[in-house]
């Protein structure tokens, strides 16, 4: 089998967006040694970055760069470790949606059901949204098998797709927990259960006895128990069923063994614990209830953003308007959007203007303006007119789809923390279970307590010893803190960069269109003479309206609106590295440098101000105390010149008729957002640019950075991101995501700005503020650093309570029914209420002085 892709999850771990996957059939690798052997000889070729080898299935996957090693390379590299490859195809990735796959050992389960599948190349489970997703070889084995193989480990599959990169995502429907098939046999063994209690405590008198047999004997209130364990222990045996064939140690198995041991102690050896084995299951069935439900809300999050765009669209076709679903709209189709509903496609306004609220994909909180020809993205909604849309995209490649799946990629980056927890669990259950059994042995001949104390506090031990809510304390606190970003118009692209942009010291900021609007703009008109600031730009507008300078775009459009008229044009000339020349309504003009007036002899340390309400502005306005006079060369230019703007001059061939200044304005929110930062925090704010010192120092001047570094290189940007990181423990590098490429990748934590709409962005940048709004980066360091706060609080706080409980258990402290309530479903619904608490984190609204927390 041979499979090559750009999806890292379908095996290995690829270190950047340029590898792809190929996964070959290795039907004579079937023992870890012989995996070995095969992996030593892929890490000496060229480019590999990742090697997954599953003997039990005979596939290995590779990720791997296709410029340093091709697929046929790959194959050959196994072929020379002595082992042949099958030329086989036909694989696909399928994605499986299992609800009640909501914890770690669940999802292990499944795992290890899946590994002994023959033609299974990689499987990706997803407690948190409830998806499975398998890449496997149609030629060995079928979405329909796997389906069965993973529902004959004891999970319903309720949904798949044809192929995951196709087909939309899924994420797990929330059930009627609290009226399904479980939860009535969990209030029947309730019922039976409180039955049980009043006969045995309240209604001794008529607790009969009803079986007798040696030292075994039956009264009501056992059978009431026992029927309460046939009740609510029925779905917990046979998850332990399944576990055991799966060979898994998980909480399942443990509460099966716990029930089962006690029923079996009391049937065989008269010990009556009968109430004990009740309790458990009523107790552990009302536990794994509540943690669906948890699991239930945290999944709500994600299942919002897919909810985002509509099922249907109206479009117009053959000159009829039908309604249609959205996977069956073409390119090129037009889109019809009425006020109030929500924008089906990706797409640009063919006709009709109206206010769009843009939140759900930029977080932008007030609605843009759109007309023809401007953009528009699936899931906004269009507020007040009617437009039509020119659709651009494929649903299943419009710009939501990709945060959905790119939010859903996510959960599988695993965090430090993450792998902390799964190496730690891995110990924890062997111990605990030892634990239980020495207890159990132990307590009678050290504590003095009887054999029926004993295996009580033994399988006690066993409820505490499945780690649960400390596995899933990290991953649940993730997709919180990921699709809180996301709905805030922050697109963080896995859980390690989460992790990692909440510990950088310093951030490092590009200048133009990070800082800066990335949009040159007229900032000061300066009138000379007896002409007017409109005198100024209708000159300006007409010699620039040829120019396909930047310049002279941003000449035009402040002259658009300020209602300008035009004038003719013609005899245009643009005079490279100086300005332009034209003649306007037959009179020759010019725009251009200060140095292009100097080579028609003007003299330009003494001009006249105009007087009649022209605005000079103070840091520039030096006159003479006689006759209103202007130094422009040492006064007027350098002053403009020192604010990071760009001066050129209007006049004829005898009159110097005004000053226009040009700059990429400052963002209005980047000063509170540096200062934001430092709130937060980072120790070091720098500004990395490639422009000029002194714009450089102009920008970092108003917007309070710590340090400034101009006239950079590509490659000296990446050295600039080392030094940082070398002397501040992480950097975060916020650029555009195609220029500042090179940084973005060397920095600790690379971010986007002005994501929304742009594929390198999303594709290449750890995270993308998909708005064009820098306040989003003191959010995003809030949220993340906040996260990490909610990661440790949950884990050191779960092990600490499993911890304490199994320490006090010996010492008959912790009844059967507290280390269930506590040590189970309390732990679970405690740190997924601690991790949602992250939704609540907002990006901070203009004119306040911290991020809104509700």
């Not at 995502?169 to 039976?192: D, H, K, L, N, Q």
């Not at 552990?284 to 669209?313: G, H, I, N, Q, T």
């Not at 490279?576 to 100097?598: M, S």
Request: with cysteine.
């Amino acid at each position: 089998m041979t499979r090559t892709d750009e999806d890292p999850a379908a095996g290995g771990d690829a270190e950047s967006a340029d590898c792809v996957t190929t996964t070959l059939g290795v039907p004579e690798m079937d023992c870890p040694s012989c995996a070995e052997t095969v992996e030593r000889s892929l890490e000496g070729l060229d480019g590999v970055d990742g090697v997954d080898t599953r003997p039990t299935s005979g596939t290995v996957t590779v990720a791997h760069d296709p410029d340093e090693s091709t697929p046929d390379a790959v194959a050959e590299a196994v072929e020379a470790a002595g082992y042949a490859v099958e030329s086989q195809t036909g694989a696909v990735t399928e994605r499986f949606t299992v609800p009640e796959m909501d914890c770690p050992s669940c999802a292990e389960t499944v795992e290890r059901a899946l590994d002994d599948v023959a033609g299974v190349a990689s499987v990706d489970t997803r407690p948190t949204s409830g998806t499975a997703v398998v890449t496997l070889d149609r030629s060995h084995t079928s979405a329909e098998r796997v389906r069965e193989v993973i529902e004959s480990a004891g999970y319903e599959v309720t949904e798949t797709t044809a192929d995951a990169e196709t087909a939309g995502s899924a994420v797990a429907e929330p059930a009627s927990v609290w009226r399904s098939r479980r939860a009535v046999e969990t209030w029947i063994g309730a019922g039976f259960t409180l039955l049980g209690l009043l006969f045995e405590f309240v209604l001794r008198g008529s607790n009969a006895e009803l079986f007798a047999a040696g030292a075994v004997t039956l009264s009501t209130a056992d059978v009431l128990f026992l029927a309460a364990v046939v009740a609510g222990g029925r779905e917990i045996v046979r998850g332990g069923y399944y576990s055991l064939r799966q060979r898994s140690l998980d909480i399942d198995l443990l509460m099966s063994v716990a029930i089962l041991g006690a029923v079996t102690v009391s049937v065989g050896f008269g010990e009556r614990l009968y109430m004990e084995a009740a309790t458990l299951a009523v107790l552990f069935s009302v536990a794994e209830l509540l943690e669906r439900y948890s699991m239930d809300k945290a999944r709500d999050s994600l299942r919002e953003l897919m909810e985002l765009s509509p099922d249907e669209a109206t479009v117009r076709r053959d000159g009829e308007t039908v309604t249609i679903p959205v996977e069956d709209v073409r390119v090129g189709d037009t889109v019809v959007v009425r006020p109030g509903e929500k924008i089906p496609m990706d797409g640009e306004v063919a006709d009709g203007e109206s206010a769009v609220d843009q939140s759900p994909i930029t977080g932008e909180s007030v609605p843009v303006d759109k007309r023809a020809g401007d953009e528009v993205y699936a899931g906004t909604v269009n507020e007040q007119g009617y437009l039509e849309v020119t659709v651009t995209g494929e649903a299943s490649d419009n710009t939501l789809s990709r945060i959905v799946d790119a939010v859903e990629d996510a959960q599988s980056n695993e965090t430090d923390h993450e792998q902390f927890v799964e190496r730690f669990a891995g110990y924890y259950t062997p111990v605990v279970v030892a634990f239980a059994v020495l207890v159990t042995l132990a307590t009678p001949s050290v504590l003095g307590v009887s054999w029926t104390e004993s295996i009580v506090y033994g399988l006690t031990l066993l409820v505490l010893a499945c780690p649960c809510a400390f596995v899933i304390s990290t991953p649940v606190s993730v997709v919180s803190g990921i699709t809180s970003g996301a709905k805030n118009g922050v697109l963080i692209k896995g859980g390690d960069h989460l992790e990692a942009m909440g510990q950088v010291d310093a951030v490092a900021l590009d200048k133009t269109g990070t800082l800066t609007c990335g949009e040159l703009r007229v900032t000061d008109v300066v009138p000379l003479g007896d002409n007017t600031e409109r005198d100024v730009l209708q000159c300006a507008r007409g010699l620039e309206t040829r120019s396909e300078h930047p310049i002279g775009d941003a000449v035009v459009d402040r002259a658009e609106a300020a209602g300008v008229d035009d004038r003719t044009v013609s005899e245009f000339e643009s005079l490279t590295g100086k300005g332009v020349r034209a003649d306007l309504d037959g009179e020759t003009h010019y725009a251009g440098k200060p140095g292009l007036f100097e080579e028609l002899e003007f003299d330009l340390n003494h001009v006249h101000a105009a007087t009649d309400g022209g605005v000079v502005t103070q840091t520039s306005q030096r006159l003479c105390e006689e006759n209103r006079c202007l130094d422009l060369l040492d006064s007027v230019v350098p002053d403009l010149q020192a604010a990071g703007k760009t001066v050129i001059l209007v006049g004829t061939e005898s009159e110097l008729e005004g000053v226009i200044a040009v700059a990429d304005e400052v963002r209005p929110e980047a000063e509170r957002a540096v200062e934001r930062l430092h709130e937060l925090g980072v120790e070091h704010v720098a500004m990395l640019t490639g422009d000029n010192e002194r714009t450089a120092r102009a920008v970092a001047e108003t917007v309070g950075v710590d340090e400034v570094r101009a006239e950079l290189l590509p490659e000296e940007k990446v050295a600039a991101i080392r030094e940082l990181d070398e002397a501040y423990d992480g950097v975060a590098m916020v650029g555009d995501g195609v220029n500042d490429a090179p940084a973005l990748a060397t920095a600790t934590v690379g971010v986007a700005m002005g994501a929304a709409g742009t594929d390198t962005a999303l594709e290449t940048a750890d995270v993308a503020l998909m708005g064009d709004d820098l306040s989003r980066l003191p959010y995003l360091y809030e949220l993340s650093h906040d996260a990490n706060g909610v990661i440790r609080q949950n884990i050191w706080v779960s092990l600490a309570a499993k911890a304490a409980l199994a320490v006090a258990v010996p010492f008959g402290l912790v009844p059967i029914w507290a280390a269930v309530l506590i040590g189970d479903a309390g732990m679970t619904l405690g740190v997924t209420g601690n991790a949602m608490r992250l939704s609540r984190i907002r990006p901070e609204v203009a004119g306040d002085g911290a991020a809104v927390s509700e």
